[in-house]
């Protein structure tokens, strides 16, 4: 194996068909990386087949953000290396967080790989496939954004990446050694991308970046955010835009002035806010307390009345008790957010929480998680039962994996790919991408039940 930035000579490979199998896992930041690989390719005359068995290049984009995402990685790349081995395949390729992490380590932990790519790394994909096919260099520009063939997603919505990496130094998070520091991509590039997919009829749009309230920062720029969703919502042309990741310390009151009045962008905002006692986010190394955290949820609240919050929280963090839980506990039934992940912590070689003393066992982990869980939900039905017998906008889908007699599509207040839940529109004439209003009917703790309006309702 060896790595992009390394110059190996090696025995040049003679492509048969230029076939490419991919396996991406991880986030929807991975999965826009994917993407940008996928254009690439395809511009240089690689083609991409579902059925890896069909492939001579074999492509694993790795996760490294927890044990069992690295563990997943793993065995996929080991499970790829079979195809090698049995089939037709020549070439094994590694890129993603988990190969930037324990880049070092990778030829001797898993000598399956042919090649090793960072994420810093991954637009040289093709230029390297061609040298290892004898094909000579050309001059293809890099491609600022994925073409809209290439894209994971369905075609009526992208994920749309604003940023790489981060700055903040969180104690229990892996991201920055895997993918480095904060490096915003130019406000015209984005505009372009939105108004190519835009163009394409792509109907839902999520800016997404591990931190999409930093944007622009490492530009000298601190307000940049709101001045980039005032020109998508003039110039973009795309019906919905979302926004998840954003830093609490960094949600102003610029940004949330700009939500309410920009038409495209949506009233959801994603805030992961892992804790709110003040021990433990200082052992987390993130500002706040919880009367920090109440009068920024009531402030984004007064400003955007109709706004869906979504957060995350961490339990069982080193140090946290009883009391602390009880806090957490105590805050979450005051904030009533309108969805929450709740992780039970996992320690993560080479963060710094790895040896902060006071580890918390995993049989208590496990409980709070269940017990915080538990509460999110009761939660999350009573504010769904309050939408039921009013009409909304939902965005279908297409089948629901739940049963093949109904839609699957979701309200403004539901992110993709199952994050929030689904509607279930029981009788409906919608196709995917429509924008169609429905009478909601019934309410569970995460999904809901309706009907499109104009179609005859199913029988009692």
Not at 151 to 177: M, N, Q, W
Not at 274 to 282: A, C, N, Y
């Amino acid at each position: 194996m060896f790595g992009a930035s390394e110059r190996v000579m090696k025995k040049t490979i003679r492509w048969q068909e230029k076939t490419v199998g991919i396996v991406s896992l991880g986030c929807p930041k991975n999965a826009a990386d994917t993407e940008r690989m996928i254009s690439d390719l395809s511009g240089r005359g690689y083609t991409v087949v579902p059925d890896l068995e069909e492939a001579e290049i074999l492509l694993v984009n790795t996760c490294s953000f927890v044990t069992d995402a690295r563990k997943e990685s793993v065995d996929a790349i080991l499970e790829l290396s079979r195809y090698k081995e049995e089939g037709k395949a020549k070439y094994l390729v590694g890129a993603g967080c988990l190969v930037s992490r324990y880049r070092d380590q990778m030829g001797a932990l898993i000598p399956e790989m042919d090649l090793a790519l960072t994420t810093f790394e991954e637009e040289r994909l093709g230029e390297i496939l061609d040298e290892v096919g004898g094909i000579a260099p050309s001059n293809r520009p890099r491609l600022a954004f994925p073409l809209a063939e290439s894209r994971l997603t369905p075609s009526h919505r992208a994920y749309v990446k604003v940023s790489e990496g981060c700055d903040h130094p969180c104690t229990f998070c892996s991201i920055p050694l895997a993918r480095g520091g904060q490096v915003s991509r130019p406000p015209e590039e984005i505009l372009a991308e939105i108004g190519h997919l835009s163009s394409r009829g792509v109907k839902e749009v999520t800016l997404i970046a591990q931190d999409l309230t930093r944007y622009g920062h490492d530009l000298g720029r601190t307000d940049d955010l709101s001045a980039l969703l005032e020109r998508i919502d003039r110039e973009g042309g795309i019906p919905w835009v979302r926004l998840l990741y954003a830093y609490p310390t960094l949600v102003t009151d610029s940004l949330l002035k700009t939500m309410r009045a920009a038409k495209s962008v949506l009233p959801y905002l994603d805030i992961p806010l892992q804790h709110v006692d003040e021990k433990i986010l200082g052992a987390m190394k993130r500002p706040g307390s919880v009367d920090f955290m109440k009068r920024l949820v009531d402030r984004i609240r007064q400003t955007v009345p109709d706004i869906v919050l979504r957060t995350t929280f961490i339990v069982g963090f080193p140090g946290e008790g009883e009391a602390e839980f009880e806090t957490l506990l105590r805050f979450v039934e005051w904030a009533r957010f309108d969805h929450v992940g709740v992780f039970a912590f996992s320690r993560e070689e080479g963060t710094p929480s790895y040896n902060l003393p006071g580890q918390v066992p995993h049989r208590i982990r496990m409980s709070r998680r269940k017990e915080l869980m538990s509460l999110c939900a009761t939660i999350a039905q009573e504010k769904n039962r309050s939408l039921e017998g009013k009409t909304l906008p939902v965005l279908i889908e297409g089948l629901s994996e739940q049963s093949d007699l109904v839609l699957s599509g979701r309200i403004m207040g539901m992110a993709p790919d199952g994050i929030d839940g689904e509607v279930l529109v029981l009788s409906g004439q919608g196709r995917p991408g429509d924008i169609v209003n429905c009478r909601i009917v019934k309410a569970h703790a995460y999904d809901l039940e309706a009907w499109e309006i104009g179609v005859p309702e199913p029988p009692a």
